[in-house]
């Protein structure tokens, strides 16, 4: 028995009259474990983008939930995913990301693996009775390459990328049509003392935006912004203009339209104008108050201009802390006694560009995973 209280179905289902979820469930380690299991053992997460494993024996590692994944192209240049645990002893078996030899060694026993997860060789084996290498192969996991980024499930039953997020990939690829030939330009690792839903709620909505992100704000027209949800993922499109405080646009766009898009349940994407670079947010929940977060720059060249390396240092050095800030500041304040346990979700009949709606859609696919669990 879970000990804390269910919300209903229908919970902010009338955005207009909507609270938040309680403060509980932001700072609860049995709701945390409780989302474990309901959310993020379900869902398709986005760890990376194709070209960290486009290359043949090319893998990275990620911690979700407390899981080390290996995601791995193999010799035969198929994607795959697998738990970073030997079945002898439970020693992890990669760190980081790189180029893998033919065959995957256990640090600990010298266990050896094929990228397709097949335990190759086992040290002493011949000498074990009823000793079978098909029993000990790395367990996987599901895996699928959709919209130019590597998603993940540890829910073998699970269906498509696509399936949980219809109609995404479309309108990625037409925000940014060069998307499965970007590069990794930049990447800031925090390990953020907030939960991971203050931090979904900090991007669904650009009520924060004029006062929290100045330089930001001078760059979009917030009279021209606005929201609109598609089931597990939500579009904010906005039109930009030129910045001296954040990004200069190039005389060439002719479309100066920005698209910030959500998925469910902890991934956003970027695409500023042009249509030649996007920013990610991707979250890897710790617990209940951390969150460890990439925030990844991604551009079509691989030699990085003047201009780009001013653009990767404004986000690192003025958006990025801005928005660090704010969420660790709601996560000790959502603690505090002077909070009511719930806040007015803002928002407003003409769905505006400082509407809140996107937090209410949100709370409400929360509400509903927990009960469906």
Known sequence: MNDFQRLPAD??????EAYT???QFYTSAAVFEHEKEAIFARSWICVAHRSEVAENNAYITREVIGESII??????????????????????????SGKARNVIACPYHAWTFKLDGELSHARNCDAVQGFDKGDFGLVSLR?????????????????SVEEQLPGLEARMRQACAVIDDLHLAARFVTR???NWKSIVDN???????APAHPSFADSVDVSQYGHTLH???????????SSEQSFKLAESVADPAYSGFWAWPCSMFNAPPGGDFMTVIYEFPVDAETTLQHYDIYFLNKDITPEQQALIDWYRDVFRPEDLRLVESVQKGLKSR???GQGRIMVDKQRSGISEHGIAHFHNLIAVAHLDA
């Not at 919970?11 to 207009?16: A, D, K």
């Not at 991007?203 to 935006?209: F, G, P, R, T």
């Open 11 to 16: 919970f902010c289902s009338n955005p207009e």
């Open 21 to 23: 979820i309680p403060a």
């Open 71 to 96: 995601v791995v192209r193999g010799r035969d240049g198929v994607l795959r995913a697998f738990y970073n645990v030997c079945p002898h002893r439970g020693h992890q078996l990669l760190e980081g």
């Open 143 to 159: 895996v699928e390459e959709y919209a130019g980024f590597i998603f993940i499930n540890m829910d073998a039953e699970a269906g």
């Open 192 to 194: 953020t003392p907030a």
């Open 203 to 209: 991007y669904l909505e650009c009520y924060h935006c």
């Open 231 to 241: 089931g597990n993922w939500t579009l904010q499109h906005g039109v930009a203009k």
């Open 338 to 340: 002077g909070y009511r």
